[in-house]
């Protein structure tokens, strides 16, 4: 006999890497159903989704806090498992909207899985983050690190990641991986999907994308005074297309029968400030301009992640190098400003009952 493919749905499905996630599910043979309330994605990424993947998205928009519009996604189909993306992600406005952080990303995660446990779907991906890890105090980063939160953002990846740990001591039924994220950067290289920062990107690469571009004057390079080799901050860059990949890899582990799981998602390799520049000059053909400005409170001088878990247990390794990553941004960047389909609400198949 042959049995029907895995039904995964992806809740902020058409977000940066909710929707490279989606591509690498389809194309690894899943069923994928996806929801979106567009508060930081765009309609427009359901007709890039059809291009990439060859079918009409089955997608429904709403937001997560919302049970009534969960359930009419759970009833009447059967959903093997849940990649939870949908969360709020700026660091800065989590100080600012503590509220608003702690009401979306935790009441997101609480009602995906009250409505999951009613449909009895207990096996969750979950979106963390290396942020749990404060400022590490040793190189590379374990699993096993202590943890910490240096503001409301990252208390939500923690809690979050400690509900889920409750839900499995309290049910042996209940099954999740908790993905801790490095930095993921980058887009698919048909140059259709990527991220779309609103206003000023907050993070580096988003950000030197618009000053090769010519949309921004300068890079500021917040402090060159770190003890890095450069000076300039290193972190763990990662393709958002290997960040896709490892979903893959933690739903197959998980249908398989594989047990709850905490695994970084990284290289294993920091790349500094100053290297991610060159890099990026190198794959535009553009000059970047960069003005030494002060540290930006928070940062830590360096970061990356030992990625052995992540290989050892669900044969996941980061294929794509920095090169890549910048060439990739930057096909991405320049075909964005151009494209047609930006304004266009692409045609759905699935909207619930
Ligand atoms: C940031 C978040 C982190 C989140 C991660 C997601 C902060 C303090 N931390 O981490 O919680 O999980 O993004 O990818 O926002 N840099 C510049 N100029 C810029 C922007 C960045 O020099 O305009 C430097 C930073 O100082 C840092 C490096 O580039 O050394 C990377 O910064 P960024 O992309 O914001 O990532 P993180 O700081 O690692």
Redesign the pocket.
């Known amino acids: 006999m042959v049995s029907a493919a895995p039904t995964v749905l992806l809740t902020g499905a058409c977000g940066y890497i909710g929707s490279h996630t989606w591509v690498a599910l389809a194309q690894a043979g899943y069923r994928v159903l996806g929801v979106d309330d567009f508060s930081n994605s765009s309609p427009a990424v359901l007709t890039r989704l059809q291009r990439l993947t060859g079918q009409a998205p089955a997608f429904k928009q709403a937001n997560v806090c919302n049970a009534a519009a969960l359930e009419t996604v759970f009833s009447g189909q059967r959903i093997d498992a849940v990649v939870h993306f949908a969360a709020l ?4 406005e989590s100080t600012a909207q503590p509220l608003a952080y702690y009401a979306n990303n935790l009441g997101g995660l609480l009602t995906t899985c009250r409505v999951m446990q009613a449909h009895g779907c207990r096996r969750l991906v979950f979106s963390s ?3 749990v890890y404060g400022a590490p105090q040793h190189l590379p980063i374990a699993e096993d690190a202590p943890l910490s939160a ?2 409301p ?2 208390q939500t ?1 923690l809690v979050g990641e400690t509900i889920l740990q409750d839900l499995a001591r309290a049910d042996a039924a209940w099954r999740h991986v908790s993905l801790r ?5 980058g887009a698919h290289e048909s140059g259709l999907i990527g991220e779309e920062p609103r206003g000023t ?8 994308a618009q000053v090769a571009a010519g949309l921004r004057p300068y ?5 060159n005074d ?1 003890p890095t080799p450069d000076g ?4 763990d860059y990662l393709h958002v297309v290997d960040l896709a990949q490892g979903h893959v890899a933690a739903l197959c582990h998980l249908l398989d029968g594989g047990d709850t799981l905490t695994v970084n998602l990284g290289t294993g390799r920091g790349s ?2 100053l290297e ?1 520049v060159n890099a990026y000059a190198k794959a535009s053909g553009r000059e970047i301009p960069c003005h030494i ?1 002060p ?7 360096a ?1 990356w992640a030992d990625a052995s878990r992540a290989g050892e247990v669900l044969g996941w390794r980061a294929q794509r190098g920095l090169g890549e990553m910048c060439g990739d941004s930057w096909r991405w960047q320049i075909t964005r400003d151009h494209r047609a389909d930006t304004q266009n609400q692409s045609a759905v198949l699935f909207t619930g009952r």
């Open positions: 992600k700026a660091v800065g983050s290396a942020t240096t503001n953002y990252g990846k994220y490095f930095n993921p950067v990107p907050n993070n580096l690469m988003p950000y030197v890079l500021q390079i917040f402090g770190y300039t901050g290193v972190r500094s400030v991610v400005a540290r930006r409170p928070g940062d830590v001088a970061c």
